[in-house]
Protein backbone atom coordinates (compact mmCIF):
# COMPACT_ATOMS: atom_id res chain seq x y z
CA UNK A 1 0.00 0.00 0.00
CA UNK A 2 1.60 3.46 -1.19
CA UNK A 3 1.37 6.37 1.86
CA UNK A 4 -0.67 8.11 -0.22
CA UNK A 5 -3.61 5.62 -0.14
CA UNK A 6 -2.68 4.34 3.65
CA UNK A 7 -6.58 4.97 5.41
CA UNK A 8 -4.91 6.06 8.45
CA UNK A 9 -2.17 8.05 10.20
CA UNK A 10 -1.38 9.16 14.25
CA UNK A 11 -1.30 12.68 15.29
CA UNK A 12 0.59 13.78 18.58
CA UNK A 13 -0.24 17.26 19.63
CA UNK A 14 2.67 17.94 21.93
CA UNK A 15 2.10 20.94 24.59
CA UNK A 16 3.17 22.10 27.77
CA UNK A 17 0.66 20.11 30.03
CA UNK A 18 -0.62 17.38 28.07
CA UNK A 19 0.43 15.59 24.86
CA UNK A 20 -2.85 14.03 22.97
CA UNK A 21 -2.70 11.31 20.65
CA UNK A 22 -4.76 10.15 17.87
CA UNK A 23 -5.84 7.84 15.54
CA UNK A 24 -7.00 9.90 12.22
CA UNK A 25 -8.41 8.49 9.53
CA UNK A 26 -8.25 10.08 5.62
CA UNK A 27 -11.54 12.08 6.09
CA UNK A 28 -10.47 13.66 9.05
CA UNK A 29 -12.64 12.14 11.79
CA UNK A 30 -10.29 11.22 15.22
CA UNK A 31 -11.38 8.11 15.68
CA UNK A 32 -9.64 6.85 19.20
CA UNK A 33 -7.13 8.72 21.46
CA UNK A 34 -4.68 8.82 24.08
CA UNK A 35 -3.57 11.69 26.72
CA UNK A 36 -0.59 11.94 28.59
CA UNK A 37 -0.10 14.34 31.25
CA UNK A 38 3.46 16.01 30.36
CA UNK A 39 3.98 16.29 34.53
CA UNK A 40 4.89 12.80 34.45
CA UNK A 41 8.12 13.19 32.58
CA UNK A 42 11.42 15.02 33.20
CA UNK A 43 13.43 13.04 30.88
CA UNK A 44 12.67 12.43 27.02
CA UNK A 45 13.16 8.99 26.77
CA UNK A 46 10.78 7.67 29.43
CA UNK A 47 8.16 10.26 27.00
CA UNK A 48 9.14 8.68 24.17
CA UNK A 49 8.48 5.09 25.28
CA UNK A 50 4.92 6.28 26.88
CA UNK A 51 4.14 7.94 23.43
CA UNK A 52 5.31 4.58 21.23
CA UNK A 53 3.40 2.70 23.89
CA UNK A 54 0.51 4.55 23.58
CA UNK A 55 0.04 4.66 19.67
CA UNK A 56 0.94 0.58 19.69
CA UNK A 57 -2.48 0.69 21.69
CA UNK A 58 -4.20 3.49 19.45
CA UNK A 59 -3.32 0.75 16.87
CA UNK A 60 -4.08 -2.57 18.61
CA UNK A 61 -7.12 -1.80 19.86
CA UNK A 62 -8.70 -0.86 16.73
CA UNK A 63 -7.47 -4.28 15.13
CA UNK A 64 -5.01 -2.04 13.19
CA UNK A 65 -1.81 -3.22 11.52
CA UNK A 66 1.10 -0.69 11.15
CA UNK A 67 0.77 -1.24 7.02
CA UNK A 68 -2.42 0.40 7.36
CA UNK A 69 -1.13 3.90 9.00
CA UNK A 70 0.76 6.18 6.57
CA UNK A 71 2.99 7.57 9.76
CA UNK A 72 3.03 9.63 13.35
CA UNK A 73 3.06 13.65 12.21
CA UNK A 74 3.82 15.21 15.82
CA UNK A 75 2.72 19.23 16.14
CA UNK A 76 5.31 20.85 18.79
CA UNK A 77 6.39 24.05 20.63
CA UNK A 78 9.34 24.76 18.23
CA UNK A 79 9.70 22.09 16.38
CA UNK A 80 11.38 22.24 13.36
CA UNK A 81 10.50 20.57 10.13
CA UNK A 82 13.65 20.22 8.66
CA UNK A 83 15.49 18.49 11.65
CA UNK A 84 12.93 16.71 12.99
CA UNK A 85 13.73 18.41 16.57
CA UNK A 86 12.25 20.53 19.32
CA UNK A 87 14.70 23.66 19.65
CA UNK A 88 14.86 25.11 22.75
CA UNK A 89 11.10 25.28 23.56
CA UNK A 90 10.79 27.48 26.85
CA UNK A 91 6.93 26.16 28.17
CA UNK A 92 8.58 22.10 27.69
CA UNK A 93 10.99 20.48 30.47
CA UNK A 94 13.14 18.70 27.90
CA UNK A 95 15.99 21.40 27.15
CA UNK A 96 17.70 22.11 24.73
CA UNK A 97 17.63 20.65 20.97
CA UNK A 98 15.74 17.38 21.36
CA UNK A 99 15.62 14.90 18.39
CA UNK A 100 11.81 13.82 18.77
CA UNK A 101 11.48 12.57 15.38
CA UNK A 102 14.48 10.61 15.23
CA UNK A 103 14.01 8.97 18.75
CA UNK A 104 10.02 7.98 18.09
CA UNK A 105 10.72 6.71 15.04
CA UNK A 106 12.82 4.13 16.48
CA UNK A 107 10.32 2.92 18.57
CA UNK A 108 8.06 2.57 15.31
CA UNK A 109 7.99 1.02 12.38
CA UNK A 110 5.81 3.67 10.37
CA UNK A 111 7.82 7.59 8.80
CA UNK A 112 8.11 10.18 12.47
CA UNK A 113 7.62 13.48 11.22
CA UNK A 114 7.73 17.00 13.75
CA UNK A 115 6.70 20.18 12.98
CA UNK A 116 5.53 23.23 15.16
CA UNK A 117 2.00 23.50 16.00
CA UNK A 118 0.83 26.87 13.98
CA UNK A 119 2.61 24.92 10.58
CA UNK A 120 0.22 21.53 11.79
CA UNK A 121 -3.03 23.67 12.32
CA UNK A 122 -2.39 24.65 8.45
CA UNK A 123 -1.38 21.44 7.61
CA UNK A 124 -4.80 19.94 9.25
CA UNK A 125 -6.80 22.95 7.39
CA UNK A 126 -5.48 21.71 4.12
CA UNK A 127 -6.17 17.81 4.38
CA UNK A 128 -9.27 18.18 6.17
CA UNK A 129 -10.15 21.66 6.69
CA UNK A 130 -11.71 24.58 5.23
CA UNK A 131 -8.40 25.40 2.89
CA UNK A 132 -8.90 21.89 1.30
CA UNK A 133 -9.38 23.72 -2.30
CA UNK A 134 -7.06 26.26 -1.70
CA UNK A 135 -3.52 26.86 -2.59
CA UNK A 136 -3.06 30.34 -1.03
CA UNK A 137 -4.21 30.87 2.79
CA UNK A 138 -2.56 31.55 6.30
CA UNK A 139 -4.04 29.97 9.52
CA UNK A 140 -3.52 31.67 12.36
CA UNK A 141 -3.13 30.52 15.64
CA UNK A 142 -5.09 32.76 18.93
CA UNK A 143 -3.97 31.47 22.31
CA UNK A 144 -0.65 31.63 24.57
CA UNK A 145 0.82 33.04 21.74
CA UNK A 146 0.51 33.96 18.05
CA UNK A 147 1.48 31.59 15.67
CA UNK A 148 1.08 30.80 12.07
CA UNK A 149 1.20 28.65 8.74
CA UNK A 150 1.31 29.84 5.69
CA UNK A 151 0.84 28.15 2.39
CA UNK A 152 1.85 29.47 -0.44
CA UNK A 153 1.03 27.59 -3.92
CA UNK A 154 0.26 24.77 -2.00
CA UNK A 155 2.89 24.05 -0.38
CA UNK A 156 3.68 25.06 3.17
CA UNK A 157 6.43 27.81 3.66
CA UNK A 158 9.00 26.58 5.95
CA UNK A 159 11.87 28.56 5.02
CA UNK A 160 15.42 28.16 4.60
CA UNK A 161 15.72 26.72 7.83
CA UNK A 162 12.51 25.79 8.94
CA UNK A 163 11.56 28.85 10.78
CA UNK A 164 8.95 30.22 8.29
CA UNK A 165 5.86 31.51 9.42
CA UNK A 166 6.32 33.49 12.31
CA UNK A 167 3.48 36.05 11.33
CA UNK A 168 2.90 36.76 15.57
CA UNK A 169 6.70 38.14 15.37
CA UNK A 170 6.34 40.25 13.09
CA UNK A 171 7.14 43.77 14.96
CA UNK A 172 4.04 45.92 14.64
CA UNK A 173 4.70 48.63 17.14
CA UNK A 174 8.32 49.41 16.60
CA UNK A 175 9.59 49.76 20.32
CA UNK A 176 6.47 48.69 21.72
CA UNK A 177 5.24 46.38 24.18
CA UNK A 178 8.51 44.06 25.23
CA UNK A 179 8.13 40.20 23.88
CA UNK A 180 8.43 37.13 25.32
CA UNK A 181 10.98 36.64 22.78
CA UNK A 182 13.14 39.68 24.03
CA UNK A 183 12.57 42.03 21.16
CA UNK A 184 9.59 44.73 21.58
CA UNK A 185 6.53 45.55 19.89
CA UNK A 186 5.56 42.07 18.25
CA UNK A 187 1.95 41.20 16.97
CA UNK A 188 1.42 38.59 19.53
CA UNK A 189 2.08 41.05 22.29
CA UNK A 190 -1.29 42.98 21.16
CA UNK A 191 -3.18 39.75 20.37
CA UNK A 192 -2.54 36.85 22.25
CA UNK A 193 -4.48 36.53 25.23
CA UNK A 194 -2.32 38.00 27.20
CA UNK A 195 -2.07 40.76 24.79
CA UNK A 196 -5.84 41.30 24.89
CA UNK A 197 -5.65 41.98 28.29
CA UNK A 198 -3.03 44.11 28.10
CA UNK A 199 -5.36 45.96 25.80
CA UNK A 200 -7.88 45.86 28.11
CA UNK A 201 -6.12 47.61 31.01
CA UNK A 202 -5.02 50.33 28.66
CA UNK A 203 -8.52 50.75 28.01
CA UNK A 204 -9.55 51.31 31.05
CA UNK A 205 -6.88 53.46 31.94
CA UNK A 206 -7.54 55.91 28.94
CA UNK A 207 -10.76 56.49 30.24
CA UNK A 208 -10.04 56.22 33.57
CA UNK A 209 -11.98 53.40 34.73
CA UNK A 210 -10.99 50.58 37.22
CA UNK A 211 -10.18 47.43 35.45
CA UNK A 212 -11.41 44.22 36.77
CA UNK A 213 -8.07 42.80 38.41
CA UNK A 214 -9.30 38.84 37.23
CA UNK A 215 -10.08 39.69 33.78
CA UNK A 216 -9.07 36.69 31.38
CA UNK A 217 -9.92 36.13 27.69
CA UNK A 218 -13.82 34.29 28.75
CA UNK A 219 -14.68 37.51 31.07
CA UNK A 220 -13.77 40.40 28.82
CA UNK A 221 -16.14 38.06 25.98
CA UNK A 222 -18.99 38.28 29.15
CA UNK A 223 -18.74 41.30 30.16
CA UNK A 224 -18.91 42.35 26.34
CA UNK A 225 -22.02 40.60 25.72
CA UNK A 226 -23.35 42.12 28.58
CA UNK A 227 -22.78 45.28 27.23
CA UNK A 228 -19.34 46.35 29.68
CA UNK A 229 -17.99 49.09 27.16
CA UNK A 230 -14.40 48.35 28.13
CA UNK A 231 -14.59 45.04 27.34
CA UNK A 232 -16.55 46.14 23.92
CA UNK A 233 -13.49 48.45 23.23
CA UNK A 234 -10.61 46.03 24.49
CA UNK A 235 -11.81 43.68 21.55
CA UNK A 236 -11.80 46.35 19.45
CA UNK A 237 -8.36 47.19 19.64
CA UNK A 238 -7.55 44.04 19.83
CA UNK A 239 -9.00 43.33 16.42
CA UNK A 240 -7.14 46.94 15.15
CA UNK A 241 -3.71 45.37 15.96
CA UNK A 242 -4.38 41.87 15.08
CA UNK A 243 -6.24 43.26 11.61
CA UNK A 244 -2.92 45.34 10.76
CA UNK A 245 -0.52 42.67 11.48
CA UNK A 246 -2.70 39.80 9.57
CA UNK A 247 -2.84 42.79 6.29
CA UNK A 248 0.69 42.93 6.39
CA UNK A 249 1.05 39.00 5.77
CA UNK A 250 -1.98 39.35 3.13
CA UNK A 251 0.07 41.98 1.63
CA UNK A 252 3.34 39.94 1.64
CA UNK A 253 1.83 37.05 0.37
CA UNK A 254 -1.75 37.51 -0.86
CA UNK A 255 -3.43 34.74 0.03
CA UNK A 256 -6.98 33.44 -0.73
CA UNK A 257 -7.82 33.35 2.54
CA UNK A 258 -7.30 33.83 6.33
CA UNK A 259 -8.36 31.30 8.68
CA UNK A 260 -8.45 31.83 12.73
CA UNK A 261 -8.07 29.38 15.20
CA UNK A 262 -8.26 29.10 19.20
CA UNK A 263 -10.40 29.61 21.89
CA UNK A 264 -10.13 33.84 21.78
CA UNK A 265 -12.58 32.84 18.96
CA UNK A 266 -15.28 32.47 21.37
CA UNK A 267 -15.25 36.34 22.18
CA UNK A 268 -17.48 35.73 18.47
CA UNK A 269 -18.70 38.95 16.74
CA UNK A 270 -16.63 41.44 19.45
CA UNK A 271 -13.75 40.22 18.19
CA UNK A 272 -14.82 39.20 14.41
CA UNK A 273 -16.49 41.88 13.06
CA UNK A 274 -14.51 44.88 13.78
CA UNK A 275 -11.30 42.70 12.47
CA UNK A 276 -13.05 41.75 9.35
CA UNK A 277 -13.98 45.66 8.56
CA UNK A 278 -9.87 46.49 10.00
CA UNK A 279 -8.48 44.19 8.27
CA UNK A 280 -10.01 44.99 4.92
CA UNK A 281 -9.48 48.82 5.53
CA UNK A 282 -5.53 47.74 5.80
CA UNK A 283 -5.23 45.87 2.57
CA UNK A 284 -3.82 47.30 -0.95
CA UNK A 285 -6.98 48.60 -3.32
CA UNK A 286 -6.75 45.66 -5.41
CA UNK A 287 -7.23 42.92 -2.90
CA UNK A 288 -9.83 44.93 -1.05
CA UNK A 289 -13.10 42.42 -0.39
CA UNK A 290 -10.76 39.94 -2.24
CA UNK A 291 -9.57 37.99 0.87
CA UNK A 292 -11.88 36.28 3.33
CA UNK A 293 -11.54 35.92 7.12
CA UNK A 294 -12.77 32.64 8.56
CA UNK A 295 -13.05 30.51 11.19
CA UNK A 296 -11.23 27.19 11.18
CA UNK A 297 -13.10 24.50 9.83
CA UNK A 298 -11.84 21.79 11.89
CA UNK A 299 -13.31 20.43 15.27
CA UNK A 300 -11.20 22.82 18.15
CA UNK A 301 -11.45 19.35 20.19
CA UNK A 302 -9.68 17.86 17.19
CA UNK A 303 -7.77 20.60 15.27
CA UNK A 304 -4.68 19.96 16.91
CA UNK A 305 -4.35 16.05 16.47
CA UNK A 306 -5.55 16.76 12.90
CA UNK A 307 -2.66 19.60 12.30
CA UNK A 308 -0.08 16.91 13.36
CA UNK A 309 -1.12 14.04 11.52
CA UNK A 310 -2.17 15.87 8.32
CA UNK A 311 1.87 16.12 8.32
CA UNK A 312 2.21 12.65 6.93
CA UNK A 313 -1.19 12.36 5.61
CA UNK A 314 -0.25 15.41 2.80
CA UNK B 1 14.17 22.95 -29.33
CA UNK B 2 12.51 22.71 -26.20
CA UNK B 3 12.09 25.65 -24.39
CA UNK B 4 14.51 24.94 -21.74
CA UNK B 5 17.40 24.45 -24.61
CA UNK B 6 16.27 27.65 -26.13
CA UNK B 7 19.71 30.29 -25.92
CA UNK B 8 18.46 33.59 -25.93
CA UNK B 9 15.35 35.72 -24.68
CA UNK B 10 14.18 39.23 -24.74
CA UNK B 11 13.75 40.73 -21.70
CA UNK B 12 11.49 43.81 -21.60
CA UNK B 13 11.44 46.53 -19.11
CA UNK B 14 8.94 49.19 -19.03
CA UNK B 15 9.01 52.20 -17.09
CA UNK B 16 7.46 55.62 -16.77
CA UNK B 17 9.83 57.07 -19.22
CA UNK B 18 11.39 54.28 -20.78
CA UNK B 19 10.76 51.25 -22.59
CA UNK B 20 13.89 48.90 -22.45
CA UNK B 21 13.99 46.17 -24.81
CA UNK B 22 17.15 43.28 -24.88
CA UNK B 23 18.92 40.17 -26.20
CA UNK B 24 19.82 37.86 -23.47
CA UNK B 25 21.62 34.86 -23.81
CA UNK B 26 21.39 32.14 -20.80
CA UNK B 27 24.47 33.37 -19.14
CA UNK B 28 22.67 36.74 -18.44
CA UNK B 29 24.57 38.83 -20.76
CA UNK B 30 22.76 41.84 -22.64
CA UNK B 31 24.20 41.22 -26.14
CA UNK B 32 21.72 44.15 -27.42
CA UNK B 33 19.55 46.63 -26.83
CA UNK B 34 16.58 48.78 -28.06
CA UNK B 35 15.19 52.19 -26.47
CA UNK B 36 11.95 53.52 -27.00
CA UNK B 37 10.87 56.45 -25.08
CA UNK B 38 7.33 56.58 -23.59
CA UNK B 39 6.51 59.97 -24.42
CA UNK B 40 5.61 58.94 -28.04
CA UNK B 41 2.89 56.67 -27.08
CA UNK B 42 -0.74 57.80 -26.40
CA UNK B 43 -2.38 54.72 -27.02
CA UNK B 44 -1.40 50.88 -26.52
CA UNK B 45 -1.42 50.10 -30.34
CA UNK B 46 1.21 51.86 -31.61
CA UNK B 47 3.33 51.22 -28.25
CA UNK B 48 2.92 47.42 -29.13
CA UNK B 49 3.62 47.84 -32.84
CA UNK B 50 6.76 49.57 -32.01
CA UNK B 51 7.92 47.14 -29.42
CA UNK B 52 7.18 44.20 -31.95
CA UNK B 53 8.99 45.87 -34.67
CA UNK B 54 12.19 46.40 -32.07
CA UNK B 55 12.06 42.67 -31.11
CA UNK B 56 12.30 41.72 -34.92
CA UNK B 57 14.99 44.18 -35.54
CA UNK B 58 16.98 42.72 -32.22
CA UNK B 59 16.52 39.45 -33.44
CA UNK B 60 17.25 39.79 -37.25
CA UNK B 61 20.41 42.33 -36.62
CA UNK B 62 21.99 39.30 -34.58
CA UNK B 63 21.28 36.83 -37.68
CA UNK B 64 18.91 34.71 -35.37
CA UNK B 65 15.40 33.06 -35.40
CA UNK B 66 12.74 32.73 -33.69
CA UNK B 67 13.19 29.21 -32.92
CA UNK B 68 16.26 30.21 -31.04
CA UNK B 69 14.45 32.68 -28.46
CA UNK B 70 12.42 31.00 -26.05
CA UNK B 71 9.97 34.23 -25.52
CA UNK B 72 9.97 37.80 -24.15
CA UNK B 73 9.37 38.42 -20.75
CA UNK B 74 7.83 42.01 -19.54
CA UNK B 75 8.55 43.66 -16.21
CA UNK B 76 6.15 46.46 -15.76
CA UNK B 77 4.52 48.18 -13.45
CA UNK B 78 1.51 46.45 -11.78
CA UNK B 79 1.98 43.73 -14.66
CA UNK B 80 -0.08 40.85 -12.94
CA UNK B 81 1.46 37.41 -14.16
CA UNK B 82 -1.70 35.56 -14.23
CA UNK B 83 -3.73 37.90 -15.98
CA UNK B 84 -1.13 38.90 -18.59
CA UNK B 85 -2.32 42.74 -17.78
CA UNK B 86 -1.23 46.22 -16.73
CA UNK B 87 -3.74 47.24 -13.95
CA UNK B 88 -4.36 50.63 -13.20
CA UNK B 89 -0.54 51.73 -13.12
CA UNK B 90 -0.48 55.40 -12.21
CA UNK B 91 2.67 56.24 -14.37
CA UNK B 92 2.11 55.24 -17.19
CA UNK B 93 -0.16 56.52 -20.17
CA UNK B 94 -2.02 53.58 -20.68
CA UNK B 95 -4.68 53.95 -18.16
CA UNK B 96 -6.96 50.71 -17.09
CA UNK B 97 -6.22 47.21 -17.45
CA UNK B 98 -3.58 46.78 -20.50
CA UNK B 99 -3.73 43.10 -22.08
CA UNK B 100 -0.42 43.60 -22.76
CA UNK B 101 1.11 39.78 -23.16
CA UNK B 102 -1.80 38.94 -25.09
CA UNK B 103 -1.20 42.21 -27.71
CA UNK B 104 2.35 41.89 -27.78
CA UNK B 105 2.14 37.69 -28.15
CA UNK B 106 -0.10 38.41 -31.22
CA UNK B 107 2.83 40.18 -32.70
CA UNK B 108 5.40 37.90 -31.97
CA UNK B 109 5.65 34.17 -32.73
CA UNK B 110 6.95 33.10 -29.29
CA UNK B 111 5.71 33.22 -26.17
CA UNK B 112 4.93 36.24 -24.11
CA UNK B 113 4.25 36.74 -20.11
CA UNK B 114 4.35 39.65 -17.90
CA UNK B 115 4.78 40.35 -14.21
CA UNK B 116 5.70 43.24 -12.47
CA UNK B 117 8.99 44.86 -12.02
CA UNK B 118 9.96 43.59 -8.80
CA UNK B 119 9.16 39.87 -9.13
CA UNK B 120 11.16 40.40 -12.27
CA UNK B 121 14.04 41.64 -10.36
CA UNK B 122 14.20 38.89 -8.33
CA UNK B 123 13.38 36.15 -11.28
CA UNK B 124 16.76 38.03 -12.78
CA UNK B 125 18.72 37.11 -9.30
CA UNK B 126 17.60 33.80 -9.45
CA UNK B 127 18.31 32.69 -13.19
CA UNK B 128 21.51 34.81 -13.59
CA UNK B 129 22.85 36.61 -10.32
CA UNK B 130 23.16 35.68 -6.85
CA UNK B 131 20.68 33.28 -5.69
CA UNK B 132 21.22 30.82 -8.50
CA UNK B 133 21.48 28.44 -5.45
CA UNK B 134 18.58 29.57 -3.66
CA UNK B 135 15.52 28.77 -2.81
CA UNK B 136 14.58 30.86 -0.31
CA UNK B 137 15.23 34.77 -0.78
CA UNK B 138 13.75 38.44 -1.21
CA UNK B 139 14.78 40.80 -3.68
CA UNK B 140 13.73 44.31 -2.32
CA UNK B 141 14.09 47.08 -4.76
CA UNK B 142 14.98 50.63 -3.64
CA UNK B 143 13.79 53.43 -5.65
CA UNK B 144 10.79 55.46 -6.61
CA UNK B 145 8.93 53.21 -4.12
CA UNK B 146 9.99 50.04 -2.00
CA UNK B 147 9.06 46.74 -4.17
CA UNK B 148 9.80 43.12 -3.37
CA UNK B 149 9.75 39.64 -5.43
CA UNK B 150 9.66 36.43 -2.79
CA UNK B 151 11.09 32.93 -3.98
CA UNK B 152 9.50 30.45 -1.45
CA UNK B 153 11.16 26.81 -2.13
CA UNK B 154 12.55 27.57 -5.23
CA UNK B 155 9.09 29.50 -6.72
CA UNK B 156 8.22 33.12 -7.04
CA UNK B 157 5.59 33.75 -4.62
CA UNK B 158 2.47 35.34 -6.54
CA UNK B 159 0.05 34.52 -4.57
CA UNK B 160 -3.77 33.69 -5.09
CA UNK B 161 -4.39 36.64 -7.28
CA UNK B 162 -0.73 37.40 -8.54
CA UNK B 163 -0.64 40.20 -6.38
CA UNK B 164 2.28 38.37 -4.12
CA UNK B 165 5.33 40.49 -2.62
CA UNK B 166 4.29 43.95 -1.93
CA UNK B 167 6.64 43.95 0.83
CA UNK B 168 6.69 47.59 0.71
CA UNK B 169 3.45 48.45 0.70
CA UNK B 170 3.15 46.74 4.74
CA UNK B 171 2.73 49.16 7.38
CA UNK B 172 5.46 49.90 9.55
CA UNK B 173 3.98 52.54 11.83
CA UNK B 174 0.32 52.49 12.03
CA UNK B 175 -0.94 56.25 11.26
CA UNK B 176 2.17 56.97 10.26
CA UNK B 177 3.13 59.08 7.23
CA UNK B 178 0.33 59.13 4.26
CA UNK B 179 0.87 56.74 1.29
CA UNK B 180 0.46 56.95 -2.11
CA UNK B 181 -1.25 53.94 -2.17
CA UNK B 182 -3.52 56.30 0.21
CA UNK B 183 -2.98 54.14 3.38
CA UNK B 184 -0.74 55.44 6.01
CA UNK B 185 2.51 54.10 7.21
CA UNK B 186 3.54 51.92 4.69
CA UNK B 187 8.04 51.22 4.47
CA UNK B 188 7.95 53.01 1.13
CA UNK B 189 7.19 55.86 2.60
CA UNK B 190 9.95 55.55 5.03
CA UNK B 191 12.51 53.71 2.45
CA UNK B 192 12.24 54.84 -1.06
CA UNK B 193 13.71 57.95 -2.43
CA UNK B 194 10.69 60.08 -1.16
CA UNK B 195 10.62 58.88 1.93
CA UNK B 196 14.46 59.22 2.65
CA UNK B 197 14.46 62.49 1.93
CA UNK B 198 11.55 63.20 4.42
CA UNK B 199 13.47 61.55 6.92
CA UNK B 200 16.33 63.79 6.24
CA UNK B 201 14.16 66.57 6.87
CA UNK B 202 12.37 65.30 9.53
CA UNK B 203 16.29 64.99 11.35
CA UNK B 204 16.95 68.32 10.42
CA UNK B 205 14.23 69.80 12.41
CA UNK B 206 14.65 66.84 15.49
CA UNK B 207 18.26 68.63 15.57
CA UNK B 208 16.91 72.21 14.97
CA UNK B 209 19.00 72.64 11.85
CA UNK B 210 17.79 73.98 7.81
CA UNK B 211 17.57 71.06 5.57
CA UNK B 212 19.37 71.38 2.28
CA UNK B 213 16.13 72.02 0.06
CA UNK B 214 17.82 70.49 -3.02
CA UNK B 215 18.35 67.76 -0.96
CA UNK B 216 17.79 64.16 -3.04
CA UNK B 217 19.54 60.79 -2.40
CA UNK B 218 22.94 61.48 -4.15
CA UNK B 219 23.28 65.04 -2.61
CA UNK B 220 22.56 62.83 1.13
CA UNK B 221 25.13 60.39 -0.12
CA UNK B 222 27.72 63.17 -0.67
CA UNK B 223 26.57 65.27 2.27
CA UNK B 224 27.92 61.45 4.59
CA UNK B 225 31.17 61.44 2.79
CA UNK B 226 31.57 64.89 3.55
CA UNK B 227 30.80 64.24 7.62
CA UNK B 228 27.37 66.02 7.13
CA UNK B 229 26.20 64.69 10.39
CA UNK B 230 22.12 65.29 9.46
CA UNK B 231 22.69 63.42 6.33
CA UNK B 232 24.86 60.45 7.96
CA UNK B 233 21.80 60.59 10.85
CA UNK B 234 19.23 60.13 7.44
CA UNK B 235 21.02 57.50 6.54
CA UNK B 236 21.13 55.36 10.01
CA UNK B 237 17.67 56.71 10.50
CA UNK B 238 16.77 54.94 7.30
CA UNK B 239 17.98 52.08 8.13
CA UNK B 240 16.28 51.79 10.76
CA UNK B 241 12.91 51.74 9.05
CA UNK B 242 14.18 49.32 6.39
CA UNK B 243 15.69 47.42 8.54
CA UNK B 244 12.60 46.69 10.76
CA UNK B 245 10.32 46.42 7.51
CA UNK B 246 12.46 43.54 6.06
CA UNK B 247 13.42 41.78 9.36
CA UNK B 248 9.76 41.02 9.31
CA UNK B 249 9.55 40.26 5.95
CA UNK B 250 12.08 37.61 7.23
CA UNK B 251 10.37 36.52 10.06
CA UNK B 252 7.56 35.42 7.99
CA UNK B 253 9.06 33.68 5.37
CA UNK B 254 12.54 32.56 6.51
CA UNK B 255 14.94 33.31 3.60
CA UNK B 256 18.87 32.60 3.35
CA UNK B 257 19.19 35.85 2.10
CA UNK B 258 17.64 39.22 1.12
CA UNK B 259 19.33 41.05 -2.03
CA UNK B 260 18.80 44.77 -2.32
CA UNK B 261 18.70 46.60 -5.98
CA UNK B 262 18.36 50.08 -6.81
CA UNK B 263 20.19 53.42 -7.26
CA UNK B 264 20.10 54.47 -3.62
CA UNK B 265 22.56 51.49 -3.12
CA UNK B 266 24.94 54.21 -4.22
CA UNK B 267 25.01 55.33 -0.18
CA UNK B 268 27.11 51.95 0.66
CA UNK B 269 28.63 52.15 3.90
CA UNK B 270 25.85 54.67 4.90
CA UNK B 271 22.87 52.57 4.87
CA UNK B 272 24.31 49.08 4.54
CA UNK B 273 26.39 49.06 7.49
CA UNK B 274 23.38 50.07 9.86
CA UNK B 275 21.17 48.64 8.07
CA UNK B 276 22.73 44.94 8.44
CA UNK B 277 23.28 45.54 12.02
CA UNK B 278 19.71 46.73 12.54
CA UNK B 279 18.01 44.30 10.40
CA UNK B 280 19.77 41.39 12.36
CA UNK B 281 18.54 42.80 16.03
CA UNK B 282 15.10 42.61 14.61
CA UNK B 283 15.27 39.26 14.01
CA UNK B 284 14.07 36.24 16.17
CA UNK B 285 16.68 34.49 17.90
CA UNK B 286 17.12 31.53 15.91
CA UNK B 287 17.44 33.77 12.80
CA UNK B 288 20.22 36.01 14.01
CA UNK B 289 23.49 36.07 11.78
CA UNK B 290 21.84 33.73 9.49
CA UNK B 291 20.49 35.81 7.10
CA UNK B 292 22.51 38.04 4.78
CA UNK B 293 22.15 40.77 3.34
CA UNK B 294 23.17 41.49 0.16
CA UNK B 295 23.77 43.50 -2.59
CA UNK B 296 22.54 42.46 -6.16
CA UNK B 297 24.79 40.75 -8.23
CA UNK B 298 23.31 42.29 -11.42
CA UNK B 299 24.57 44.40 -12.86
CA UNK B 300 22.50 47.81 -12.52
CA UNK B 301 22.16 48.79 -16.26
CA UNK B 302 20.92 45.29 -17.27
CA UNK B 303 18.89 44.28 -14.03
CA UNK B 304 15.80 44.79 -15.38
CA UNK B 305 16.01 43.68 -18.94
CA UNK B 306 17.30 40.00 -17.36
CA UNK B 307 15.00 40.42 -14.52
CA UNK B 308 12.26 40.59 -17.67
CA UNK B 309 13.87 37.99 -19.77
CA UNK B 310 14.35 35.42 -16.34
CA UNK B 311 10.42 35.01 -16.58
CA UNK B 312 10.56 33.49 -19.89
CA UNK B 313 14.39 31.54 -19.50
CA UNK B 314 13.33 29.86 -15.43
Known sequence: MSNETKPYAIGI???????????????????????????RYTEIGAYVADVAAAIHQLVSDRNLTFSEIAGAGIGAPNGNFFTGCIEHASNLAFTGVVPLAKLLGEQLPVPVALTNDANAAALGEKVYGGARNMNDFIVITLGTGVGSGIFADGKLVYGH???????????????GRLCTCGRKGCLEEYASARGIIQNYREVCEENRREAY??????????????????????????????????????????????????????????????????????????????????????????????????????
Do not use: S, Y
Open 13 to 39: DMGGTNTDIGLVDRDGHCLARKNLPMC
Open 161 to 175: DGFGGEVGHTILHPG
Open 213 to 314: IEADCRWLTEAANKGDMMAIRAWEVTAWHLGIGIANAATTLAPEAIFLMGGILNAGRWLIDPLRAIFNEHLLCMQRDKIAILPTQLNANDAAILGAAALVQL
